[in-house]
């Protein structure tokens, strides 16, 4: 599949995380937020919490903030301040309610935004450890695929097949998670990630030989 043939489908993804997200009572966000805090201080330790919590405000200040992304997406759905003032049957009419509702819950969505920025953070938090596991999978699988070959052994297009598609769907549930508009265990990402490292190296093992 093509990038042209994807961007319908990613687009489709977005308006419905969106939707999804809107569809919350307002308050969700910040309640998440403090319970993963919460979380996060009890399984690294108060200082680590907060460090990993400043990485990601310095995220969403960088990649949102300062790009203008956030202002150019209110003005897009509201419009601008200036026209929206100059128009009374926005500013004042039947729409001011409606509007007042779209900014509620565009806030909301990047309040979500700044969630998922911390979220990721902490994977990235978990990367040092992680990595000596995910380089023992490939290395082992190179080395049980050149066994395999050295004792012209079997290899099974079918165990690739099902490891390959392990990978994807279980890139697709990080991707889940990191996204997901309510509270998420921490450990659940980093776990995805060692399945997806176990299953590389069953997928290298089970690597047929290119004649």
Not at 131 to 145: E, H, N, Q, T
Request: proline share 5%; hydrophobic share 50%; aromatic share 8%.
């Amino acid at each position: 599949m093509n990038d042209r043939a994807r961007m319908p489908g990613l687009l489709v993804l977005v308006v419905l995380g969106c939707l999804m997200i809107s569809a919350l009572r307002d308050p969700w966000v910040p309640v998440a937020t403090e319970r993963e805090s919460e979380v996060l201080v009890q399984a690294f330790g108060k200082g680590h919490a907060e460090r990993l919590a400043l990485r990601a405000s310095q995220w969403h200040q960088d990649l949102i903030e300062d790009t203008g992304i956030r202002r150019w997406c209110r003005e897009v759905l509201t419009g601008t301040p200036q026209a929206r003032a100059r128009s009374g049957e926005f500013a004042h009419g039947p729409w001011a309610e409606g509007i007042n509702g779209v900014e509620r819950r565009f806030d909301q969505v990047f309040e979500h935004v700044q969630l998922v920025f911390r979220r990721l953070s902490v994977l990235v938090f978990c990367l040092p450890a992680l990595l000596p596991f995910v380089l023992a999978c490939l290395i082992d699988g190179w080395v049980r695929r050149r066994i395999r070959q050295t004792g012209f052994a079997y290899a099974s297009p079918l165990v690739h097949r099902l490891a390959l598609w392990v990978i994807r769907m279980a890139s697709l549930l990080l991707l889940l998670v990191l996204l997901w508009p309510a509270v998420v265990p921490i450990g659940i990402a980093p776990g995805v990630l060692v399945v997806i490292a176990l299953t590389m190296g069953i997928a290298l093992t089970h690597t047929q030989k290119k004649l």
